[in-house]
């Protein structure tokens, strides 16, 4: 299997010294908030993807990350010096039910790095072999969902979405063995920290409150360091974490984004997207919509994904109780207060980015029936979400010809109505030129998405042929989801009847 295009040749000559310069933050808080452990070696490991890109941003030398030394430390293989191995302790609502200890099973942290821009960046290995947190698991990963977690990441990256992303994924020599044995594999993770509402519901389950208030002290100091200087600096960071996940959610909604699994211990407090396993992005418009093979009751569809983002929240606020108050009572009241404001932040998120789909510059009492009542439209036509918005950039001059947009709609009529609804609203705004207008838009809606069959071909080609080749056409594609590609149209084009997926799966 040749590495994608995305690699670096690895050099020949004497070994350089390890290109990680951690300083490991989480390893120096209490014995119980992590095991130590180390990576189980793997048998014959091989780079398939590195992202150089990313290797840059982080101020790491790709050339000796796609050393054969380099490649040992990315299977785990070879623990890099100042690495400090660690497996974090969470527990977790998962699908509504509560799990007291789940922890990494199949992750480790290998330490913290600053990258160029000054940030702290956690550096975890995912696959890299059974921990005490398992519960009877391998700990071991398979390509196909390593491979799935580095395309979404980076999709999600070239939309601006705050998200873990994937530094390197390499062939372990072994299988993974699930209903059948998968190619096994490593991915190597970075993140602004792994820390979830998972987290502080582990030590709160416990009654640890110690634990609680040096987890939730770690927090402001790592993530929101402004909170120490509000009046209440636990309610303060409890403001913060519901803004960031209504901002994130909203920004999810917004390109049709369905996460899967939105359990408590895949909440990042971070505000970033991660553990998105079995997700997909939406072809066809519906509310209800679900890809994930373990959603059997529809929990995580596309339209609850605000209402589970909040339902998280306050699990969340439960673990900081006893911290923002002494008196239960008051500590309610005011933990309350922040949690019915995800909803107004919400909704104002999605909605100013509606707006910006829709070319309108200034706010109006009428855009959210107009943008809901397009929506409407196209959950009853089933049409495409992301060319559905793309079209509207093509006939946003009132001497456009309608026909890309009208053709998404069964009932042109209605669709045909709509669009001059729309243009009359387009009228009352102030712009440079129509050119311009479409400009904006094309801005705001993109022309590429990981199309789930492609996903898919891209999956099997890399797992069951050995083929990259489409793995990187597809990234390289997704990396200017909104600039018109030559070349590109079938990956801007959604699937036939018989190319439509119906299941993802998250390879656990």
């Not at 994904?305 to 699990?315: E, M, S, V």
């Not at 107009?370 to 093509?394: P, Q, V």
């Not at 009359?424 to 129509?434: D, I, K, N, Q, Y």
């Not at 891209?458 to 909104?482: E, H, K, T, Y």
Request: with cysteine; aromatic share 8%.
């Amino acid at each position: 299997m040749a590495a994608s295009t995305n690699e670096t040749t690895a050099p020949s000559g004497a070994e350089a010294p390890d290109v990680f310069h951690f300083d490991n933050t989480y390893a120096r808080l209490p014995d119980r908030f992590f095991v130590r452990q180390a990576p189980v070696p793997v048998k014959a490991p091989s780079l398939v993807h590195l992202n150089t890109v990313l290797a840059a941003e982080l101020g790491l030398d790709a050339e000796h990350l796609a050393s054969p030394r380099g490649v040992a430390v990315l299977a785990g293989n070879r623990v890099p010096s100042g690495a400090e191995p660690l497996a974090q302790a969470y527990a977790g609502h998962q699908f509504g039910g509560f799990s007291p200890s789940l922890g990494d099973g199949r992750a480790l942290l290998l330490g913290e790095i600053t990258d160029r821009s000054g940030q702290r960046c956690d550096i975890q290995l995912k696959g890299s072999g059974p921990t005490p947190f398992s519960r009877r698991g391998d700990g071991r990963a398979a390509l196909g969902p390593m491979l799935r977690e580095l395309i979404i990441g980076e999709a999600l990256f070239a939309h601006g979405i705050p998200t873990t992303r994937a530094l390197a994924v390499v062939t372990t020599g072994e299988y993974a063995m699930r209903e059948k044995p998968l190619v096994g594999a490593v991915l190597t993770r970075v993140a602004a920290s792994h820390i979830r509402v998972g987290t502080f519901q582990f030590f709160a389950a416990r009654r640890d409150t110690e634990a609680v208030r040096t987890l939730a002290d770690y927090v402001i100091a790592r993530h929101y360091p402004h909170c120490t200087e509000a009046a209440n600096p636990y309610l303060a960071l409890l403001e913060e974490v519901t803004a960031r996940q209504a901002e994130l959610v909203a920004r999810w909604q917004l390109i049709g984004f369905i996460h899967g699994v939105m359990n408590t211990d895949n909440m990042a407090i971070s505000g970033q997207s991660i553990d998105f396993g079995p997700c997909a992005f939406m072809d066809a418009y519906h509310p209800g919509t679900v890809y994930s093979s373990v959603d059997e009751t529809g929990r995580y569809a596309y339209a609850n994904q605000p209402g589970i983002a909040q339902w998280n929240l306050t699990r969340l606020a439960e673990c900081l109780l006893e911290l923002i108050d002494t008196d239960e009572g008051r500590a309610v009241d005011q933990a309350r207060t922040v949690l019915m404001g995800f909803g107004p932040r919400f909704e104002a998120a999605h909605l100013s980015g509606l707006r910006r789909k829709l070319g309108l510059q200034d706010a109006r009492d009428g855009d959210a029936t107009l943008a809901g009542d397009l929506l409407e439209l196209m959950a009853a036509a089933g049409a495409d979400y992301t060319l559905t918005f793309r079209s509207l950039a093509d006939v946003a001059g009132p001497d456009d010809d309608a026909s890309p947009f009208v053709a998404h709609f069964a009932d042109r009529t209605a669709a045909t109505d709509w669009l001059a609804r729309w243009r009359g609203r387009l009228a009352e705004e102030p712009v440079a030129s129509t050119a311009a207008r479409h400009d904006a838009m094309r801005l705001a809606n993109p022309l590429y998405i990981p199309r789930n069959h492609l996903v898919e071909e891209a999956l099997s080609q890399a797992q069951n042929a050995g083929d990259l080749g489409p793995l990187g056409r597809l990234l390289d594609i997704l990396s200017r989801p909104f600039d018109h590609q030559p070349g590109a149209e079938r990956h801007a084009q959604p699937p036939r009847p018989d190319e439509v997926v119906h299941l993802t799966f998250c390879g656990t």
